[in-house]
């Protein structure tokens, strides 16, 4: 079987060489997790081997990706980008709101700034668009150059042009026409996804042949990072989490390390990195209303209401039910707030009198 | 009449094997091994001189004989069948659908690449199509085995949102009618998701993905199994070079 390296030598090694050519694959992981950083190691070396490849950016516009792969050191003038994110949208007075883009195919060397606004007209960024765009620029190249064909595509991300593009029942039908068209394409492609939630069956994890899993979490007070392979067709594979870093060049994985050790480290460590997130801001936040608390009681106010808002957040907190043990906590803190205001005016009026 | 899976720890998990002539479902997350699962069953069929066909709608039939190439299996003589749909027209054109007279071709005349979608017309796959187009050819050349990878492919993309329960309803009733035996994928979201399609089966087997600090773990169990006793606890499995193994099963009876 073909082999397409990902441009990253201890991620070809834990799939035993490299991913099966001319299938679509999915990348995903939590946000600041890498996806972007892996996705361009790929089309990079695509393009040290002199491949054609095309990046079609839907969540950051090329620009700002040029500008953030400038800092490894990589230059991406040779790559194809098809720019469709979004333009700002237009509100007009009608109830139609147009998500739109001029679809504009352009070598990275010549991406300069963020591209402005059209003002008068702005093309609809759909499925069809994107799909229509790729392949008038595949049969543009094969006019150019005899037998030219682009054998790497990176799809950033497929949740933009999910939620820009796809609207009503046939959304699934879409996509699974889409990963067809870039099947016969016989590219290897990449696709993005922000996608978190597991127990969804997404039409692109649903087709993707194979999935690589980025993980992030905070250990004490340093950011660590892993990556998995969840699952590939047609290919032994490394099955165990294993160590990755982004340093100055780029992401590095080490195959043969293993992580130490730190409880469970299931399919959703994204998710409970999330959900530690936000129990940790509701902590905060009760820690502070506590503290509040204290200071009412000192001055011997009124503190019943504050306290049933406080155990209600407590109850919500327990729940993981993190919205709203935010909003009872903000309850407690404006009565106690309210009341130590109460309090210090009465002092005032008293300091007055004497 | 009970046959074998082609898998023996889960023979012995189901005591002797299937009910012939029935519909089954294999259901879990993506990355279990139904694609296997399903695979094992057919090459097992074959060494038994049994005409099975495979019907393949999530991957194309090129990629999945590249896939079982890492097993050892001979799978030249299973036929197989590809309701992959091609690229959807955008034009308002009459949907053309997989024709009546599409044959099934075997394993070892697959071509190398994928079919590509013709510029004129297209093969798109609905229900309504596939299942007549199925039971011309179960009449026809009177299957033993066929295995459906996958009827949650069948379900999203081969059935508008309205007609989904009705029509995977009707789609396993049709099989039960064929008296074929049967082994179907379906994927879930999760370990309490019950698919539909295991209400209307005669059995499910499910596979089991966790992923802990040594790796993918992968284990099986049988759900349901009407018409028979089963084992009900919850086994090891793997999948080696020689397919999917179970592990710790009870031997046999004597």
């Not at chain 1, 050519?21 to 997790?33: D, L, N, Q």
């Not at chain 1, 002199?50 to 040779?78: H, R, Y």
């Not at chain 1, 001029?102 to 960024?125: A, C, F, G, N």
């Given at each position: ?10 991620l ?35 393009i ?5 490849c ?27 980008t098809?720019?469709a ?5 237009t ?5 139609v709101?147009d ?41 543009d ?19 933009a ?9 046939d ?5 699974q026409?889409?990963?067809r ?9 990449v ?8 127990t ?6 649903l ?14 007070n340093?950011?660590?990072?892993a990556i998995?392979?969840?699952r ?16 100055a ?6 195959p ?10 299931a ?13 940790d ?15 009412v ?6 503190t ?5 808002a406080v155990?209600r ?14 909003r ?10 309210e009341?130590l ?14 | ?12 998990m ?6 012939a ?18 695979a094992?069953?057919l ?5 038994g ?17 590249a ?25 308002p ?9 599409q ?7 697959l071509?190398?690449?994928i ?7 297209s ?10 187009l ?23 993309f ?12 009707s789609?396993?009733?049709?099989l ?5 035996t ?14 539909p399609?295991?209400f209307?089966?005669?059995g499910?087997?499910r ?16 759900e ?19 397919g ?11």
């Amino acid at each position: 079987m073909e082999r397409v390296s990902t441009g990253i030598e201890g991620l070809d090694k834990m799939l035993r060489g490299g991913l099966p050519a001319g299938r679509p694959y999915i990348v995903t992981g939590p946000p600041g997790s890498g996806k972007t950083i892996l996705s361009t190691h790929f089309l990079l070396d695509g393009i040290r081997n002199g491949e054609q490849c095309m990046l079609v950016a839907l969540d950051e516009p090329p620009s700002e990706i040029k500008a953030n792969m400038a800092t490894f050191g990589w230059s991406l003038d040779q790559l194809t980008t098809l720019d469709a994110t979004p333009d700002i949208k237009t509100h007009k007075k009608r109830n139609v709101i147009d998500v739109g883009t001029t679809l504009d195919v352009r070598d990275m060397e010549k991406v300069q700034d963020v591209r402005k606004s059209m003002q008068i007209r702005t093309m609809e960024v759909s499925i069809h668009s994107v799909q229509k765009m790729i392949k008038q620029t595949a049969r543009d190249l094969r006019e150019r150059v005899a037998g030219g064909h682009y054998s790497r595509i990176v799809i950033d991300s497929m949740t933009a042009l999910k939620r820009f593009s796809l609207k009503g029942e046939d959304a699934r039908i879409l996509l699974q026409s889409f990963l067809r068209f870039l099947s016969e394409l016989e590219v290897t492609a990449v696709i993005v996804s922000n996608a978190l939630d597991p127990t969804a069956l997404e039409t692109e994890f649903l087709l993707a042949r194979g999935e690589i899993l980025l993980h992030k979490w905070i250990d004490g007070n340093a950011v660590r990072r892993a990556i998995s392979i969840e699952r590939m067709r047609g290919t032994p594979f490394d099955d165990r989490l294993r160590p990755m870093e982004i340093g100055a060049h780029g992401m590095s994985v080490f195959p043969s390390a293993a992580i130490t050790s730190r409880g469970e480290l299931a399919h959703t460590v994204d998710r409970a990195f999330l959900e530690a997130r936000d129990a940790d801001e509701v902590n905060a936040r009760l820690d502070d209303v506590l503290a509040a608390l204290e200071s009412v009681r000192q001055v011997e106010g009124e503190t019943r209401e504050a306290e049933a808002a406080v155990l209600r957040g407590v109850v919500a907190l327990q729940r993981k039910r993190f919205e709203e043990a935010v909003r009872h906590l903000i309850t407690a803190k404006t009565r106690l707030t309210e009341e130590l205001r109460l309090h210090d005016a009465a002092t005032k009026a008293r300091g007055k009198a004497e | 009449m009970k046959i074998p899976t082609g898998v023996q720890g889960l023979d012995r998990m189901l005591h002797g094997g299937l009910i012939a002539k029935r519909p089954y479902i294999v259901s879990g997350p993506p990355g279990s091994g139904k694609t296997t699962m399903l695979a094992q069953f057919l090459k097992e069929g074959i060494s038994g001189g049994e005409r099975v066909l495979f019907i393949v709608l999530d991957e194309p039939p090129n990629e999945l004989l590249a896939n079982l190439r890492t097993f050892r299996w001979d799978v030249g003589d299973i036929e197989i069948l590809d309701a992959n749909s091609d690229i959807r027209r955008f034009e308002p054109t009459p949907i053309v659908e997989i024709s009546d007279e599409q044959d099934p071709v075997k394993m070892r005349d697959l071509p190398e690449g994928i079919r590509k979608t013709p510029e004129v017309e297209s093969h798109e796959v609905s229900v309504h199509s596939l299942q007549p187009l199925l039971k011309t050819l179960l009449r026809k050349h009177g299957f033993q085995r066929i295995a459906i990878d996958s009827m949650t492919g069948l379900r999203y993309f081969c059935m508008r949102d309205f007609e989904m329960d009705v029509s995977t309803q009707s789609f396993m009733r049709f099989l039960t009618e064929e008296k074929v035996t049967a082994l179907l994928a379906v994927e879930t979201a999760g370990e309490s998701d019950v698919p539909p399609e295991s209400f209307l089966a005669r059995g499910e087997i499910r596979l089991h993905r966790i992923r802990d600090d040594s790796g993918i773990r992968r284990f099986v169990s049988i759900e349901k199994y009407k018409g028979s006793a089963h084992e009900e606890m919850v086994y090891p499995m793997e999948i080696t070079e020689k397919g999917i193994v179970v592990q710790g099963t009870p031997p046999p009876p004597p």
